[in-house]
């Protein structure tokens, strides 16, 4: 692997590179000053110059950010996972928040099949409705075969549940509270229905904080279970080709860095700087994307697919309502 590092020359991948990095800079700035979701801006100001992509100097940069940088901060989420966490919640709890992912991927994947004709974009929608937004839809395309789905599909996917989370994060909390949820069970609903972290945190807050630790608190519980799902989907897709089951070296780094959090006691500060180097990954792998994606191909692309992801929205929104109205969660 060292070898391999040390041979790379990097001046064919200088160019990609400055061009997806003055991207994410300018998403950060936009991001902060309206206060809007910096992958949203990453990805539209990508697809705002994808032009790029077809020229030789910029291809090797933008691939380097769209793939092994975007795997690399995939790996890097490990850290995020605790296993405290999880145990602190309560067995019916968690198990509550196991059966709403479970059903609402099968809920997009038979849909997808219905609508689409196209279980992988279902299994890519629903997946990242249900688990964690833009972060579950990257990961999940990293593993899914590429000659079934592309970056238009991730590029809609990222758009859709963004949009669909900003919406969430203003129109939820004011749902809750007219069905009459306490602030523990509108925690729970935050938690358990808005697609993207940031979302569910400025959901969870502005109720108030004791909503907004439980509402982060269960959202974390989702995140954690996205390496189980990446590595059912994984065997699965390896069974389906008839290919040798093979674990990707990111999701072996995942494992790894997961078994360090949890097994040492590393420095807040340091987890801070390798949360930060992550979210750094996968903003500069979502402008990368964004500049592979060309917004001529959204023209042709049907309405079933947005329609879908609302679909497997409002299903997850229902089903933890139901799971409110029935007393499950006091």
């Known amino acids: 692997m060292i070898n391999l590092f040390l041979k790379i020359n990097p001046k064919p991948y200088f160019s990609g590179l400055i061009i997806v990095i003055l991207i994410s800079t300018i998403s950060l700035f936009l991001s902060s000053y309206y206060s809007t979701p910096k992958l949203l801006f990453a990805i539209l100001i990508g697809m705002s110059v994808s032009y790029l992509s077809n020229r030789k100097s910029f291809e090797k940069g933008i691939w380097l950010a769209s ?43 038979f849909f997808s099949l219905v609508l689409l004709k196209n279980k992988d974009f279902g299994l890519l929608s629903a997946g990242s409705v249900a688990i964690c937004g833009a972060s579950a839809a990257i990961a999940i395309f990293s593993i899914l075969p590429k000659n079934k ?51 569910v945190i400025g959901a969870g807050y502005s109720v108030s904080e004791q909503t907004g630790i439980i509402a982060t608190f269960v959202k974390m519980i989702r995140v954690s279970i996205l390496p189980f799902l990446i590595l ?25 860095f997961c078994i360090l959090n949890n097994l040492f006691s590393i420095p807040d500060k340091i987890i801070s700087l390798i949360n930060n180097l992550s979210n750094l990954c996968i903003l500069l792998a979502i402008s990368a994307i964004g500049v592979k994606t060309n917004f001529s191909l959204f023209v042709n692309i049907s309405y079933k697919y947005f329609t879908l992801i609302v679909l497997e929205t409002f299903f997850l929104l229902l089903i933890s309502i139901l799971i409110i109205r029935t007393g499950f969660i006091n």
Request: aromatic residues 14%; charged residues 15%.
């Open 67 to 109: 793939d092994p940088v975007l795997k690399l901060g995939v790996s890097f989420l490990g850290f995020r996972l605790s296993l405290e966490n999880i145990t602190q919640l309560g067995g019916a709890s968690l198990f509550l928040i196991f059966i709403l992912i479970f059903i609402t991927i099968l809920f997009g994947y």
């Open 149 to 199: 789905i592309g970056t238009k599909d991730l590029s809609l996917v990222i758009i859709s549940v963004t949009l669909l989370s900003t919406i969430a994060m203003i129109t939820y909390p004011i749902i809750f509270d007219s069905i009459g949820a306490n602030e523990n069970q509108k925690g729970f609903l935050i938690g358990s229905t808005i697609h993207d972290v940031a979302q």
């Open 232 to 256: 059912l989907l994984l065997f699965l897709s390896k069974k389906e080709n008839e290919k040798s089951f093979s674990i990707p070296w990111f999701l072996i780094l995942f494992f790894i």
